[in-house]
Structures are given as C-alpha cells and as structure tokens.
C-alpha cells in the first residue's frame, strides 16, 4: 500500500503545473516574430505655422518628422520593406513604403494638427511584418496681420482636429495693435479684442487706449475649449484713426506624444575622432 502513494501526489503536481506550461508557451509564441524593430527618431512633435497678411495666406511650412529604419533587423533574413502611415488620414492614402535595400528614413510632412497615432511597419524577404507604434504631437502657429485699417476683420481659429483625438488643450494669443503718428492733430483711440467660442459666445476680451504713435498689447491662454471655429476680433471703440494688428496665435495639444528614441552613438576612444567631432559639430 505504502509503495502506491506517491502515485496521486504525482497527478496532483502534474495537474498543478499545467496552466503555467500553457502560459510560458503563449508567451513564447508572442516573441517568436524575428524582426526587430529598432526604429529611431529625434523628435515625435512639430509645430505648423502659417502667415497670413490682410486676408491672403503668404506661406505655410509643415512640420517634418523622420523616422529611420536601418537599424531594424530580422533573424529570418534581409530587410525587403519599410512603412510609415502618419495617422493624418481614414483610409492610410498617406502611407508610405519603400524598399528596405533603396532607402532606410522615412520622412512626412504634417500640415494639419492634432495627436496622432503613427504606424510603423518592416517586412523581411520571409514575408515576416513587425509593427510599433506611436503618439506624435502637432500644434499650428499663425501669424496674422493687418495694416492701416479702420475696419478690422475677423480672424477663424480652428480647433477641430484632423484626427481621431480629443480638441486642443488651449489656445495662446500674443497680439499687438498700434496707432500709426499719421495724423494731425494726434488722435486717441480706444480699441477691444474680443475672443468668441464657435457659438459666437464672448469668452474673453481686453480694452486699451492707445495714443497716437503708440501701441498696446494683449497675451491670454483660452483653455476648455470646445471643436469649432473660435474668432478674435478687434474693435475700434473710439477714435477715427486707422489701426494696424499683429496676431501670434497658436492652437497648442496636451502633450501626450511618445518619447523620442534617437541613435544612441557610443563615444569614440580615439582622441583624434573625438576632436575631429567636436570641430563638425561647431
């Protein structure tokens, strides 16, 4: 009887030990993909700005990411392609694949804000794919100016995002009206900046008297914000003098973006390198 016993601890043991040899062997499949992905990138936020001068748009420079795929590797042999799909899009039109032996950084150019998620994929000659992906950040700047006017128009500022996420975190507006010395006698005037929320509802404004020759600035950060087209306006409260305005006004997100992964270069022993490096990089 005694030589029988150990016989149900077995089963029991065996029993016990099943669910973690199912487990260790999931885990295993999970990490069975051969490509590595290794993907570097200095920055994951960029700024659009945009110049506006009575009413016409004079330019408007994007805001470009790089992302560089030659370190990426797989076990099951040479690297065939590389994608990168900015998430500015529905459908991916944007995507862009190359081929691994031709090219290894991948630049896109943002001309819409937002927070957006960015896909980054590899395949190897085995047809394998690896993925990652990330949060990039991209706000917009416009600069807007209008010169010698009595009657000031309305600048837009939008706040729907090209994207998926939520609104903007605030909005930050630096501007300045001056009073031209082009009148005799010198004339006062009195003007108002006026911020209004997509429902046309004043959520904040600023008054000054600005003497001939002079000027008068107003800074604000509008938070809370609802999507929608948001306008500031100008009035000219008091006064017959022409005005000119120069509006800074950024659309800035919660920065939420992922954090940078740049090459991480080992310092070089040789003397001579490292003073050859310093002089390249002054």
């Not at 837009?156 to 006698?185: F, M, Q, R, W, Y």
Request: hydrophobic residues 35%; aromatic residues 6%; proline residues 5%.
């Amino acid at each position: 009887m005694r030589a029988n016993a150990p016989l149900p601890a077995l089963v029991l043991a065996l029993l016990l030990f099943a669910p973690f040899t199912g487990c260790l062997g999931e885990e295993g499949e999970e990490d069975s993909n051969p490509i590595t992905m290794a993907v570097h990138y200095d920055t994951t936020s960029g700024t659009i700005t945009e110049r506006i001068q009575n009413n016409a748009v004079l330019s408007q420079t994007g805001a470009e990411l790089i992302f560089d795929f030659a370190r990426v590797t797989s076990k099951a042999g040479a690297m065939k392609t590389f994608t990168l799909d900015p998430g500015d899009d529905e459908d991916g039109s944007n995507s862009l694949t190359v081929n691994a032996n031709e090219r290894a950084e991948l630049r896109y150019t943002y001309l819409t804000h937002g927070l957006f998620t960015v896909t980054l994929s590899a395949t190897d000659e085995a047809d394998n794919l690896g993925t990652t992906t990330l949060t990039v950040r991209i706000d917009k700047t416009v600069d807007w100016t209008q010169t010698n006017t009595d009657s000031p128009a309305t600048m837009v500022v939008s706040t729907i995002p090209d994207c998926g996420c939520d609104t903007a975190e605030k909005i930050t507006i630096d501007s300045t009206i001056s009073n031209p010395d082009d009148l005799v006698p010198a004339t006062q005037v009195t003007t108002t900046w006026h911020l209004n929320d997509p429902d046309g509802e004043e959520q904040a404004f600023h008054t000054e008297q600005i003497g001939d020759g002079q000027e008068a600035s107003w800074t604000h950060n509008q938070y809370n914000l609802e999507k929608g087209e948001w306008t500031l306006e100008v009035t000219i409260d008091a006064g017959n003098d022409s005005i000119s305005i120069h509006h800074v006004v950024s659309v800035l997100y919660e920065p939420l973006e992922s954090t940078p992964n740049p090459v991480m270069l080992a310092p070089s022993t040789d003397e001579g390198d490292s003073l050859s490096a310093s002089k390249n990089e002054k």
